[in-house]
Nanobody, 126 residues
Framework: QVQLVESGGGLVQPGGSLRLSCAAS????????IGWFRQAPGKQREGVSC????????YYPHSVNDRFSISRDNAKTTVYLQMNSLEPDDTAVYYC???????????????????WGKGTLVTVSE
């Protein structure tokens, strides 16, 4: 059974950094792609990065502006989202999601995500 569990959220001051983790389990191989998404109150969910587990290929939308970095561990069981220079507008619930046997996430197409975690709250405030 596929499971995705996010952790690492919390309160951080503007300009600070935070690293989120997504623990992935239940996959039979590394043929999947993990994406990080966020949803702020009153706003639509948006994608912030993707990584293909097999080869580590990544994607970032222009809105991220090089402040975020996605990576995976060597065991391919955990995906990280390093967030730097955080701004109040980054406040949101952050989710990781998995796309099985596909990588449309790498093209900015998020409609194919098959499994979702429950999210972790990031609050950027003084």
């Amino acid at each position: 059974q596929v499971q995705l569990v996010e952790s690492g959220g919390g309160l951080v001051q503007p300009g600070g950094s935070l690293r989120l983790s997504c623990a992935a389990s239940g996959f039979g191989s590394d043929s999947y792609t993990i994406g990080w998404f966020r949803q702020a109150p009153g706003k639509q969910r948006e994608g912030v990065s993707c990584i293909r587990m097999r080869d580590g290929s990544t994607y970032y939308p222009h809105s991220v502006n090089d402040r975020f970095s996605i990576s995976r561990d060597n065991a391919k069981t955990t995906v990280y989202l390093q967030m730097n220079s955080l701004e109040p507008d980054d406040t949101a619930v952050y989710y990781c999601a998995a796309e099985i046997f596909g990588s449309s996430c790498l093209l900015g197409n998020y409609s194919g995500m098959d499994y979702w975690g429950k999210g972790t709250l990031v609050t950027v405030s003084e």
